[in-house]
Structures are given as C-alpha cells and as structure tokens.
C-alpha cells in the first residue's frame, strides 16, 4: 500500500501526458490534410453520407421512442398501484416519437407554403423540428427517471430510473447539437499546457494521499462507508440523500477506486485529487476565455499551488467538487455569450444540473446565474436577445439533469433545507448570540458578513482546515486587493460582474454560515481569487511592457516568477509546518485509525471489543471503514456490568480509550496471557491501549 501511494498518482499523471500527447499528435495530422483532399473524400462516399444524415435526423427519435415504450412497459409493474394510471401519457410520447422518425407528416410545409408554428419554433432556437421531439423526449425521460425513482416498491426500479435519466441526457444532447457546425478545435500547444496543468496539479494533489492529512476522519469515512454500501447493494438509488443529507450520485464514483484499491485512505481521497487538478485546467480555460492567455495561465498556476485548495483536494468529501463545477458552469456560460457557441451553452446547462448532486454550496449557481443573466440583460440588451435560444435550452438541459433529485427534494423539502437551517446563523445562533452579547442583531450580522470577506486575506481559516491564517497569505494577499481594484476600474461589463459576484458570494456565504469562516464552505472561493490574482498580474505586465517595450520577456517573466514564489510558499506552509503540526482529531478518529493500522500487523483479530469514555463512547466510523473485516462490539459499561453484550470471538483485540484504561486489569484477570500494546499521538500522549488475546474468556 505504501508503494501504491506514489506509484498509482504517477502513473495517473503520465496517462493524463500520453493522452494530451496523442490528441495534439492527431490534431496536428488533421491540420496539414487540404481541404481539398478532405472534400474528395466526402464526394467519395455520396451514399453513407445521406445515410448518415439521415440517421442523425430521425436516429434519437427512433431510438428514444423504442426507449420509452421499453421502459414504460418495465416500470409500470414496479409503481405503486396509485401512479400505474401514468403510463399511458408515456406510452403515447413513445408511439409519437417513433411515428415522427419515420414520417414526420407534422413538419411538412403546408399548401399555402406556410411553415408549421412547430417549425417556426424549431427554426428559432436553430434546431430541426426532429430536435424539438428529440427534447421532448428528454424530458419524458427525466419524468420516467423521477417517477421511478420516488415511486417505485421494487429494487430495480431504481436501475430504471437511471437508464432513463442517462438516455434522457443523451437525447436532450443529440436534438440539441444537430445543426450546431462550430466545431471546437484545439491546437496542439493548447491540449499539451492543459495535459501539463493537469497532471502537475495531479501530482501535488495525489500523492501520499494515505498519509497526508494523516488521519481519516470521521466524515470521510461517512461517505466511504456509504460508497461500501453502493458495492454491496445496500445503496441503490442515485436520486436520494446519504451521509449528511447530501445526494448520493457522489457515492457512486467513490466506490470505483474503493473497487479497484480496497478499503483504504488512498481509494476515496484519489478522486477528491483527480477533481482539485481537473479544477485548475479548466479554471485556465475560463480566465483564457475572460481576460486572456496570460491572466488565466497565471491563476491556473497559482490555484495549482494554493496550500487551501490543496488541503480539501486530499480529502474524501465531495465539497472539491463544487470548485470545479463553478468553473465549468460559469466559464462555459461566459464562452458561450462571448462566442455564441451553443456546445458552451449545453455544457453549462449539463455541468449546472450536475452540481446540485454535489455540496450544498452549489445551490447557491441557481441564484448566481440568473442574477449574472440580469446584468448581462442591463449591460448589453442587444446580445441578451440574440442569446435568449440558448439560454432556454440551457435552462432545458439543467431541468433533464436534475429533475429527478427535484423531485425527491419537493417529497422531502427538509432533507433540502435542513443542512442548511443547521449551518446558517441566522436563528438560533442569532437570538443566542444576542442574548449573550446584547448587541443588536443587524450589528451582529454586519460584523459576520466583515469576517466572511475578510477570510480572503486576514481572518484565519476556521473549522475543517485551520492553518493559522487566512485564505490567501503574504503578496498574494496585495494582489488580490490589486485585482478587485483593476475588476472595479477596468472591467466594468459582464465578465467582471460575473467575477466579482463570485467573490461577493463567497464573502456573505463565509459570514452568514457558523464557524465563520468554515473553510469548508469556501472552496469555490479559490478559483475565484485565484483569477483576481491572475488579472492583476496580468494587468501589472500590460503596464510593465508600456513603460519598458523592449523588456516585454523580462517582466512577463518577473509576474511568473512571482507567482511561482508565492506557490512555492503555499507548498512550504502546507507539507512542511501544517502536515506535521495541524491537527484535525474528531470523535477519537485518531484512536481508531490507531487500532486500524494495529489490526494490520494482527490479521487473525476477529473481534474488538471497544471501550469509551465521556467524550468518545464509540469508534471513529474509520475504524469500521479500515477494518471492514473485524467485528466491532461497544462496551456500555465498565467491564464486568450485565449491560454489556458479550464478547464471541476466538481472537479478540480489547481497546481502552484514554480515560478508560481502569478496565484493563479487570479484562486481563478474565483473559490472561495476551500483550499489550499503546497508540501514542503525536505529542507523545497514550490515546489507546489494545490488549490482544486469543481463546474464550471465563
């Protein structure tokens, strides 16, 4: 396993390089074909060519009118007999789509040579009237998917409702891009730097995974318990909630790697790592496309080495994730008001539906788009309108990828709301607060909302990371201040709104929340400033090569190394004073991986018998998680009391939290002749006491 820690990020990182590097390959052999040689061969094959055409034009519905008609007919048995009535609409849809496929009679021009409302509809939003079916589908997809998955009484239903919900997305896609002809073509360079970016981010983030942070902690192993479940059946529907109210399509992808790699550290921290270096890629492309090559190359490389984002990289939460869907939904929508694009509309629309299946944080993207979109409208009318057909296929697209989760949500609206209620502070922290201090309430929010912005460079980071200091640390915390001013000064049009509503977000998201600031619910932050930062030095060589034309490479330069200098001092803060100091133990989490990594020099254990005290009564879930193989029995009282169960197996590990150690000499009198052994914390201190024995006790 310790070889596996290195080995599996590294071989990782080369794959990510071999791909980018037969990408550009084959990109740049495309390149040197001439079109002329390119049109002879599509003169050649006039026939496969009509074929092809005509697949693409009747294909989707075909297949999603087959599709539907299946699907109804297998779902129907699976509901409740309450809801068996809703087959016959879907039924109907299916025959519809595949009368259309095979002659579409609805589309044919009228005798007076007046187009159809369908079509005049279709040509608007720039589709064939088969792509409006073809989203037709896509939603009755989404609603059979919704329907089974919230209405079901047999275990398939659900693997039903997945289907539907994967064909659903799949035909929204196809009726959508059938008469979108940008293609978009990288160059070589481009797919190279962004293979490059990727998998040096990959390797500062997947490396040693398994012993930095050096404990599991009790949440990770929450979901990775979870994800255990998914392997073994117990987990079955992607439209729900899991640990901690949160969706559990996120279970789904951590239990590949716990598949392929065991029950270990390594296995549900590797996707937090693929996720962070995904992040710092794309965050490139977003600044590339807002404020140019320089200013995105620079944040990508700073968020590459930002010790914050580092930190939640190497962690088996699906808060990570959150960073890399505002980037991909804000910087596909920006391309795709920039360019008109329509392939940067749908993927902001698909990468918008899936975020809501990730941390709650990305329920804030629902406020942040539309509010985006009505300064946009007030900044330039003129585009506003022209993009008003993407835009409502976008919203279209979310609706397909989320309409199942939204469902269970208006079934269960206080799985939705109530992780929020718990960690917001206004309501009972308020009045408590109120009452303690006598301060006024709006004062005490004004003085929250102060440290939630200040947590961007002089309030400490608080709660799951707590690094002494604040999100950004030394020059990077001047040129962020840099970039807002050139934001407000320079860019006073939709790219800039768009960034600085980010910044502002995460400000109010930090002061309003408890723990402020909880640097768990700052993740999407990073990006953010890390872009600030990438426009102020950007700006800063514009200014340099004006004073100074002939040193354009010197002061370019200057920014990069300075970048790279302040990279390097989040490294050094982060694996050099923080991993060997910080000190995140939860619940006896520490304890518990102690007897997790003991029962690995002692694999005949096959029962721990567990002994608390007043803070911990029971193990750390990353005992359980660690130690899938070993029986766990809690002890309730002091060994020797009739309320407690039990010990049955033939070689058992006996656990004594610190504070419970007066019950060992008790357990040995019972069991004599077994070895003690300590876990010892980093301070030098006992935290548990084993003692291991073999054979039945009295």
């Known amino acids: 396993m310790v070889v596996q820690d290195w080995v599996i990020p590294v071989i ?5 390089m071999d791909l980018g590097v037969v990408w550009a390959l084959r990109i740049r052999r495309q390149s040197r074909r001439s079109p002329a040689a390119d049109h002879k061969a599509r003169e050649a094959r006039p026939g496969l060519q009509r074929i092809v055409a005509e697949i693409k034009t009747g294909g989707p519905l075909l297949i999603g009118g087959a599709a539907t008609l299946a699907s109804t007919r297998l779902l129907n048995p699976m509901l409740i007999p309450e809801l068996r009535w809703t087959a016959a609409p879907f039924m109907t849809v299916g025959g519809l789509l595949v009368l259309s496929a095979a002659y579409p009679l609805a589309f044919r021009r009228r005798r007076e040579g007046k187009t159809s409302l369908w079509a005049r509809l279709a040509g608007w939003l720039g589709l064939r009237p088969t792509g409006l079916l073809s989203i037709g589908a896509a939603l009755a997809f989404a609603l059979l998917a919704a329907q089974a998955a919230n209405f079901g009484i047999r275990p398939d239903t659900h693997k039903v409702a997945a289907i539907c919900w994967g064909l659903g997305i799949l035909l929204f896609v196809l009726g959508v891009s059938q008469v979108d002809g940008k293609v978009f073509r990288p160059s070589p360079r481009l797919i190279l730097g962004l293979a490059g970016l990727t998998s040096l981010a990959f390797l500062v983030r997947g490396t040693a995974t398994s012993s930095i942070p050096y404990l599991l902690t009790g949440d990770e192993s929450l979901f990775a318990l979870a994800s255990v479940g998914v392997l073994k059946g117990r987990v079955t529907n992607l439209f729900a909630s899991g640990p901690h109210l949160f969706p559990t399509l996120f279970l789904y992808g951590q239990a590949i790697p716990i598949l392929i790699l065991g029950n270990t550290a390594q296995a549900i921290r590797i996707l937090s790592a693929l996720a962070g270096a995904l992040t710092v890629s794309a965050l490139y492309m977003l600044g590339r496309s807002m404020f140019g090559h320089r200013a995105g190359l620079l944040a990508a490389i700073f968020l590459a080495f930002s010790h914050f984002h580092i930190h939640f990289s190497r962690l088996g939460f699906n808060n990570i994730w959150d960073g890399l869907w505002y980037v991909l939904v804000l910087g596909a929508l920006w391309h795709g008001w920039k360019t008109g694009r329509r392939s940067s509309y749908i993927l902001a ?7 809501q299946y990730f941390y709650m944080t990305s329920r804030l993207l629902l406020l942040i788009v539309p509010v985006w979109l009505v300064i946009a409208f007030v900044l330039d009318r003129r585009r506003f309108v022209l993009a008003v057909p993407e835009l409502l296929l976008t919203g279209l697209m979310t609706i397909v990828v989320t309409l199942p989760l939204a469902w269970f949500y208006v079934k269960n609206p206080d799985m939705y709301f109530g992780l929020v209620r718990g960690k917001s502070v206004i309501g009972p922290w308020l009045r408590a607060e109120t009452a303690m ?10 003085r929250q909302v102060t440290r939630g912005f200040l947590a961007y460079v002089s309030v400490p980071l608080n709660a799951w990371y707590r690094p002494g200091i604040p999100l950004l640390q030394g020059g990077a915390t001047f040129l962020f201040v840099v970039g807002l001013v050139v ?6 049009d939709a790219r800039g709104a768009m960034l600085g509503l980010w910044v502002v977000t995460f400000g109010l998201v930090g002061g309003l929340s408890e723990s402020t600031p909880a640097a768990q619910r700052l993740i999407p932050a990073a990006p953010a400033a890390a872009l600030v930062i990438g426009v102020a030095l950007s ?22 190394a300075i970048t790279l200098w302040i990279g390097a001092r989040d490294i050094g803060l982060y694996f050099f004073i923080y991993t060997p100091t910080g000190d995140f133990d939860t619940g006896g989490a520490l304890a518990s991986q102690h007897i997790a990594n003991y029962l690995q020099a002692s ?3 096959d029962q721990i018998i567990f002994f608390g005290n007043e803070r911990d009564s029971a193990p750390n879930p990353n005992l359980a998680y660690l130690a899938p193989q070993v029986g766990i029995v809690r002890m309730a009282s002091s060994w020797g009391s009739t309320d407690n169960p039990r010990p049955s197996g033939e070689h058992l590990l006996f656990a004594f939290i610190r504070g419970s ?3 060992l000499p008790l357990v040995q009198a019972d069991y004599p002749g077994g070895k003690v052994g300590y876990g010892i914390d980093r301070h030098g201190e006992r935290i548990v006491t084993m003692y291991e024995v073999s054979g039945a006790g009295p």
């Open 12 to 16: 990782l990182a080369a794959i990510i």
């Open 539 to 560: 700006q800063a060589i514009r200014a340099g090569t004006r004073a100074w034309p002939s040193h354009t490479r010197v002061v370019a330069a200057l920014a990069f």
């Open 437 to 446: 201090t006598g301060m006024p309430p709006a004062l005490i929010l004004a």
């Open 603 to 605: 694999p005949d254990v």
């Open 487 to 492: 934001l407000v000064w320079k860019y006073r």
């Open 661 to 663: 150690e007066a019950n």
């Open 349 to 355: 629309g698909l990468a918008l539906g899936l975020s």
